[in-house]
């Protein structure tokens, strides 16, 4: 098992790699010169030069990503062009506000999806069962920028102002406010996640309850809470929380729109700063982050998935 | 006489709409003396699980009691609240399952799964409740329970599941037990040590056990007492011998009668007529398939009283008991169509011919890969030779694991052997990614799991012009359907039907009409007729026959059942692990049996039927190493009872080879075996019977 974790360590580590020469690529790719657009398009040839130089843009494209990789393994992730400061104390605190907005998110996708997925199982057949599917289906379908909109009309102001729309400034103003500026951007980033995993966890306790081992268990004669908690629960957890794991990296990317949406000051809106302003280590720099994030969640979802289902812990071996 | 333990009365069960289509129990009454064992027997879809099922009170959505009651050690079961059965079920009643497999929690280890009813019923510390799990594991004779208790349930073969299962059963201590088929995913080594170790508990604990089994023979060894089911009805009902040796039903009669023998060869195996419409739902439910019905059958009639508590439903059972005790009337008129005589080729020494298929020195490896480095490779089918004159019959036996089915596979070219030959009429085939064509077609298979295999939304009529118009690239007429579902003895009405709402029996011969509709040179059956009860098996057996004197046919029939395939099959390949121990023609190999491996085949076989040759000792219980694991020396030698020492550990066994065409591969020479055997298992019958 050791060996897999190590093996499965080692395949991150590998994808990030990838990963990062495909952002680097990218980025060299883009059209406009960065020295003729920090600097305007009336500076003379000499000034593009001596700022290309300045900024190491006249050394080979390999050399440069050898440089920018190593700068990233420790931590740095060079300066910002436009800001003209490095961009790794600013990146870190945007991403503590980005995964303290997805952790809360996370929560939501736990309770709502999860608990309803498991608690519609049990009532298979009723009319909660029947509303909660298809709600869940037009959880699905509704895009986050919808939804987003959608929450904010009814809660942020529009039907009544129960929740502030934006205006996030973290936890200086009492434990409250931060909270309460937290809620309707999390809620629209874990409706879609809510609602899948909701369907997932709804059909698989729906399986394990037809199955033989809870027969033999109720047969037991134990009672009905404990059959749930000890015997359909753990079995029905393997997909949900696999799909929920898979998914984190996606949950994550998706709060580029939300941070919008909510003027959210997170990573998400600090990587279409980078892009609306050519500010290329900035873009490079959060997509790193965010990718990161995305072959993180993969890694959780698979030691989660081992540490609930032995027959997996068997094959890793 | 005091009361009986659990006693059923009139039962009557029934699923929505409660009409009489719709109601799976009729007037079922039961009885189980305390520490007897019931035994209840019937064909899939007579209703024996569902007796299970309401006496837990665990019938399936909308399962509704119409009628009757169960009355446990004096308590009426019917009237319990909620609360009082829970305190029951675990405490008093206990069940294991078909399928241990699927009853133990995947993610729950041994110990946990034993303890949990033992904390719950009889309020045990966890100290002392994993004591007793240590003694209940060994009680069903386990080996080292002490480390089994921290081991998850996909860690043990099949044969230590099902024990764990009984075990869970025993944990607290309760009076009945109720076991659904707990033999039928088994081999026939495991099966016996499992009813063994039933009729040990059953003695030493006073246990009360209602065992459920389409399996005749695993029932007559256990049961005091017996229920015969058909279709919803108890049709016969007392004390389990005199029913055995004489039934006082047309039914148990036949089914009975039905049972291949390895013992008693010239015993014709009689014939029951498929089901063709629904059961009848009022008067005797066998009537549309019986030979001795008359106007009466169809009135209502409630038991006759044949003996004290033997009860029969049979209206004419009379006549019945007049035909005799059962071994007494082996030779009617069916004796000429035997199987043994007819199918065998007229000459083993006709095969001069080319053979239609040979396979010669097969190996099929998975060899595993891991960070780059391959493992020792695993050896599936492990160097096999065969060859396949036309029109004989072919039989492979061999537990679950001996790499039967992945020959199977590799013959059709579903998987891609790793070396050796395979020819079919002199054209080798291994060289092909994908088989062309016309191999195909000349090679079918009909897979064990016939649902599985057929489109569950296609019509039979599209399922079945399927090979016409991929083979002959032509849509056959109707009438010709009609013809090849005529010759498997279906009838036409069923063409437009989807082959979900078909009945088990129609599919398996759905499948077979669709294999022999190509006109192959070569007929797989892949444990084909495994999940039918006995009288569809010799039903289907002798359609086979009968194609294949028709077309030729030459067949290639695996199956772990011995008495069933010596009825078929002209010559036997008998493998272990992946490899071959013995061939030879199916007369001579069963009587008696030269290789220590057919031995142990034929002793749990001989065993099941009642007969106990006491030499073998009870050989361990299969260990859980993959099969054809790359094994130094003899692949048997772990579990030989006949070991001769480190050779046998060291040294792969030299194939010997015998007169018409026998061969084994064993350390002791052919003679000294033949010696052995002949003392132990003393030539019977089917020597006779192989008259050729």
């Known amino acids: ?317 | 006489m005091a009361e009986p333990l659990l006693q059923v009365e009139n039962l009557s069960v029934a699923y929505p709409p409660y009409d009489a289509e719709r109601t799976v129990l009729r007037q079922v009454s039961l009885a189980v003396e305390s520490g007897e064992a019931l035994g209840i027997i019937g064909e899939s879809g007579s209703g024996k699980s569902t007796v299970a099922l309401a006496i837990l009170d665990y019938l399936a959505t909308g399962g509704r009691y119409l009628d009757g009651r169960i009355r446990f050690a004096g308590k009426e079961l019917t009237a319990m609240t909620r609360r009082q059965k829970r305190s029951l079920y675990g405490r008093e009643i206990a069940y294991v399952a078909q399928d241990p497999s699927a009853s133990l929690n995947p993610s729950l280890k041994i110990g946990t799964q034993l303890t949990e009813g033992m904390a719950l019923h009889l309020g045990m510390d966890a100290e002392s409740a994993r004591k007793k799990a240590v003694a209940l594991l060994d009680e069903v004779r386990l080996r080292d329970p002490v480390r089994l208790l921290d081991r998850y349930p996909h860690q043990l073969s099949g044969g230590m599941q099902q024990r764990v299962c009984i075990a869970m059963a025993l944990a607290c201590d309760p009076s009945l037990v109720i076991l659904d088929e707990p033999t039928t995913g088994l081999d026939a080594v495991t099966e016996t040590a499992i009813l063994d170790l039933l009729k040990d508990l059953k003695l030493k604990r006073r246990l009360s056990i209602i065992l459920i089994s389409h399996n005749l023979a695993a029932v007559a060894g256990l049961a005091d007492a017996i229920a015969i089911m058909y279709g919803g009805m108890v049709v016969e009902s007392g004390p389990a011998a005199p029913i055995f040796a004489r039934p006082a039903h047309r039914y148990s009669r036949l089914l009975l009668d039905a049972l291949p023998s390895l013992r008693a060869p010239s015993r014709a195996l009689s014939e029951i007529p498929w089901q063709e419409a629904s059961i009848p739902r009022t008067g005797c439910p066998f009537r549309d398939r019986c030979d001795m019905a008359i106007a009466a059958c169809a009135d209502e009639f409630s038991s006759a009283v044949v003996n004290e508590s033997w009860l029969t439903r049979c209206v004419r059972w009379k006549d019945v008991l007049a035909a005799g005790p059962r071994h007494e009337c082996a030779s009617d008129a069916h004796d000429e169509h035997a199987f043994s005589a007819q199918i065998r080729p007229a000459g083993a020494g006709t095969t001069t011919a080319m053979p239609v298929l040979s396979v010669s020195s097969l190996v099929h490896g998975y060899g595993r890969k891991r960070l780059g480095r391959p493992e020792a490779e695993v050896r599936a089918v492990d160097d096999v030779s065969f060859e396949l004159a036309e029109g004989e019959t072919l039989g492979v036996i061999g537990e679950s694991g001996s790499g039967k089915s992945t020959l199977a596979r590799c013959v059709v070219g579903l998987v891609q052997p790793t070396a050796g030959s395979i020819r079919l009429a002199g054209k080798e085939l291994t060289g092909f990614s994908r088989y062309p064509r016309e191999v195909c077609r000349q090679i079918q298979i009909v897979f064990q799991n016939i649902a599985g295999s057929l489109h569950p939304r296609k019509t039979m009529s599209r399922v079945l012009a399927r090979p016409y118009q991929l083979y002959e690239h032509r849509t056959p007429a109707l009438d010709e359907l009609q013809r090849l579902i005529a010759s498997v003895g279906l009838k036409a009405h069923l063409l437009p039907k989807r082959a979900s709402a078909l009945s088990g029996g129609e599919k398996q011969r759905s499948a077979l009409a669709r294999a022999y509709a190509p006109r192959p040179s070569v007929l797989i059956l892949d444990e084909a007729f495994s999940a039918l009860d006995a009288s569809m098996k010799i039903r289907v057996a002798r359609l086979i026959r009968d194609r294949k004197q028709e077309l030729g046919t030459s067949i290639i029939f695996i199956t772990h059942d011995l008495p069933f395939v010596k009825y078929v099959a002209d010559r036997l390949i008998v493998m272990y692990r992946g490899w071959v121990c013995e061939t030879g023609r199916a007369a001579d190999i069963l009587s008696p049996p030269y290789h220590p491996y057919t031995e142990t085949l034929v002793w749990a076989a001989l065993r099941l039927e009642g007969e106990r040759p006491a030499t073998l000792p009870e050989t361990a219980e299969r260990d859980s190493t993959p099969a054809g694991a790359a094994v130094k020396g003899c692949p048997f030698a772990s579990q030989c009872p006949r070991k001769l020492g480190t050779i046998c550990e060291t040294q792969s066994p030299p194939v010997r080879r015998g007169a018409e065409g026998r061969q084994i591969a064993c350390h002791i020479p052919m003679d000294d075996l033949r010696e052995m055997q002949l003392a132990e298992y003393p030539p019977i019958a089917i020597a006779k019977g192989a008259r050729a």
């Not at chain 1, 600013?90 to 608990?115: D, E, H, K, P, Q």
């Not at chain 1, 997925?117 to 986050?144: C, K, Q, W, Y």
């Not at chain 1, 033999?216 to 059959?227: F, I, N, S, T």
Request: charged residues 15%; contains cysteine; hydrophobic residues 55%.
């Open chain 1, 1 to 317: 098992m050791l060996r897999y974790l190590a093996s499965r360590i080692l395949y991150t580590f590998a994808i990030l790699a990838a990963v990062s020469f495909l952002v680097f690529a990218v980025t060299e790719l883009l059209p406009g010169n960065v020295a003729t657009m920090i600097l305007g398009t009336d500076a003379t040839p000499e000034e593009v030069a001596n700022l290309e130089r300045l900024l190491g843009l006249d050394r080979p494209s390999w050399e440069r990503y050898a440089t920018w990789v190593s700068g990233v393994a420790t931590g740095d992730f060079g300066d910002s062009l436009r800001m003209q400061r490095p961009i790794a104390p600013i990146l870190a605190s945007r991403l503590a506000n980005s995964l303290l907005l997805t952790g809360v998110a996370l929560i939501f996708v736990i309770l709502g999806g999860l608990v309803l997925g498991t608690v519609t199982a049990l009532n298979h057949g009723t009319r909660l069962d029947r509303t909660f599917s298809a709600v869940a289906v037009i959880g699905t379908s509704l895009p986050e920028f919808v939804t987003g909109t959608v929450l904010v009309l009814l809660f942020g102001g529009g039907l009544m102002r129960i929740l502030p729309p934006s205006g996030y400034e973290g936890f200086s103003h009492g434990i409250w406010d931060g909270i309460s500026h937290l809620i309707l951007p999390a809620l629209t980033l874990a409706t879609i996640m809510a609602a899948y995993v909701g369907r997932i966890m709804r059909t698989t306790v729906i399986d394990v309850l037809k199955s033989e081992y809870v027969r033999a268990a109720r047969l037991k004669g134990l009672p009905e809470w404990r059959v749930i908690l000890r015997h359909v629960l753990p079995n029905a957890l393997v997909p949900a929380v696999t799909v929920l794991c898979m998914n984190l990296g996606w949950m994550f990317g998706g709060i580029v729109v939300v941070e919008e949406i909510f003027v959210f000051p997170g990573i998400g809106r600090m990587m279409l700063f980078g892009i609306a302003e050519r500010d290329w280590p900035v873009i490079q720099a959060c997509a790193m982050v965010i990718a990161a994030a995305y072959v993180l969640g993969n890694l959780i979802g698979d030691v989660l998935a081992l540490l609930l289902d032995p027959r997996l812990r068997e094959a890793a071996t």
